[in-house]
């Protein structure tokens, strides 16, 4: 058993710098989290206190019960994955799993035991005799993980592992990854400033920004339940349009949301949040694969100026302008006879709307 938990964790780089800031997270054993966030913002320097490579300023850690706060890295039986896979260039593939347990005195039968099995789990059975450098990036990688996988540890750590593979091997790596969790469920941390990285390994993603946690939930929680502005615009790609409205209700009752160009009817979950509000400014998000060439329901139109027109093969992205907010569509069907200067009409699929508080940034929900 092996899980992690994290309370009220600092740490401080010298006395100013406080790059991680009361983190309490709580992680199952065997379960897979993602923790994301743009450049900065804290994710290694907390991976890399739970793997003890890091003092902590304050708080304390768990694994599999136990408090490991000042227990040396070697005792804390987790095995951690770089962005650098620092493989000994000397050495074969073999021999470069085997490092760590002969470190430990395991017998050689038992190492070539468990190296037939990480060998056989990632495909490296005909590259145990190479060297490194007789290798791709993606094959260097995979040794890296290999290695952690012979030590069968309590913990798995990533930190940004995929970074410095192409986007193809990328996609690859992700799928090889996730079949190893499911093959061997190891309680995982997995360290990306890749939304659709963390999105498509977490069991759950945990969101930070400036050293504190923003959001903890599944995929779908995040993408459709974004704890504030920040999340809404980090998770999802291209990332949600954000437009500032005023809110309207008609003397019949109706609540609208108005901008330059754009006067939308709010679903009925909407109005009841945004009645008290009537005559404020808010801000209204729509994610660009929820906006729809044509006239859409009634009351969910607006006509938008197309700025560039991005074919993608399978779809047709569009940047818009609509008065001088620039509004991005996706899921426009990739056949569509469509130019830069066309007026087009495009509709928000019902339900579909997000709406934030311009000060706080929280959303508004009733
Ligand atoms: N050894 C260090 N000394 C001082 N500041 C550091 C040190 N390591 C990281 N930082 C700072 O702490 C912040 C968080 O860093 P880090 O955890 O590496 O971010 P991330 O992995 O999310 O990109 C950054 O602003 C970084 O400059
Ligand atoms: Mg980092």
Same mark, same amino acid.
């Given at each position: ?21 009361? $983190? ?23 991976? %890399?206190?739970?793997?003890?490579? !890091?003092?902590? +300023? +304050?708080?304390?850690? %768990? #694994?599999?019960? %136990? ?25 074969? $593939?073999? =021999? ?5 347990? %002969? ?11 468990? #190296? ?38 309590? *913990? ?19 799928? !090889? ?11 995982? $941390? ?6 659709? !990285? ?19 939930? /599944? ?29 309207? *209700?008609?003397?019949?009752?109706? @609540?609208?949301? !108005? ?7 709010? +679903? ?34 607006? =006509?938008?100026?197309?700025? *560039? ?6 779809? #047709?992205?569009?940047? @818009?302008?609509?008065?001088? /907010? +620039? ?8 056949? @569509? ?10 509709? *928000? ?18």
């Amino acid at each position: 058993m092996a899980a992690i938990t994290l309370e009220k964790l600092n740490k401080h780089y010298g006395s100013v710098y406080h790059a991680v800031k009361d $983190v309490d997270l709580a992680i199952a054993d065997k379960e897979f989290v993602a923790l994301v966030g743009p450049s900065g913002c804290g994710k290694s320097t907390t991976l %890399r206190m739970i793997a003890g490579l !890091e003092d902590i +300023s +304050s708080g304390d850690i %768990r #694994i599999g019960g %136990r408090i490991v706060n000042h227990l040396p890295p070697r005792d804390r039986d987790v095995a951690m994955v770089f962005q650098n896979y620092a493989l000994y260039q000397h050495l074969s $593939v073999y =021999d470069n799993l085997a490092f760590g347990l %002969r470190n430990k005195k395991t017998p050689e039968a038992d190492i070539r035991a468990a #190296i037939d099995r990480a060998a056989g789990m990632l495909g490296l059975h005909e590259l145990l005799q190479r060297k490194p450098k007789q290798l791709s990036g993606g094959q260097q990688q995979r040794v890296a993980l290999g290695r952690c996988i012979v030590r069968n540890p309590q *913990v798995f750590l990533f930190d940004e592992p995929l970074s410095n593979l192409d986007a193809k091997l990328r996609a690859q790596m992700r799928i !090889e990854i996730k079949r190893l969790h499911a093959e061997i469920p190891t309680t995982s $941390v997995f360290v990306t400033h890749d939304q659709v !990285e963390a999105m498509t390994l977490g069991d759950r993603v945990v969101i930070m920004r400036d050293g504190r946690i923003q959001q903890i939930g /599944t995929p779908l929680q995040v993408y459709g339940k974004p704890a504030n502005k920040f999340v809404a615009g980090f998770i999802g790609a291209p990332a949600m349009n954000f437009i500032d409205v005023a809110v309207a *209700v008609s003397p019949s009752g109706v @609540t609208s949301v !108005e901008a330059w160009g754009i006067k939308l009817t709010v +679903s009925d979950a909407n109005a009841r949040a945004l009645a008290v509000r009537n005559g404020d400014r808010v801000i209204m998000g729509v994610r660009p694969e929820h906006l729809m060439l044509g006239d859409g329901a009634p009351g969910m139109g607006f =006509d938008a100026g197309v700025e *560039v027109v991005e074919q993608l093969g399978s779809e #047709i992205l569009l940047e @818009t302008l609509v008065g001088n /907010t +620039s509004i991005t569509a996706a899921r426009v069907p990739a056949e @569509t006879k469509i130019a830069r200067g066309d007026q087009v009409r495009l509709s *928000v699929q019902p339900g579909r709307l997000h709406f934030f508080d311009p000060e706080t940034e929280l959303p508004i929900s009733a």
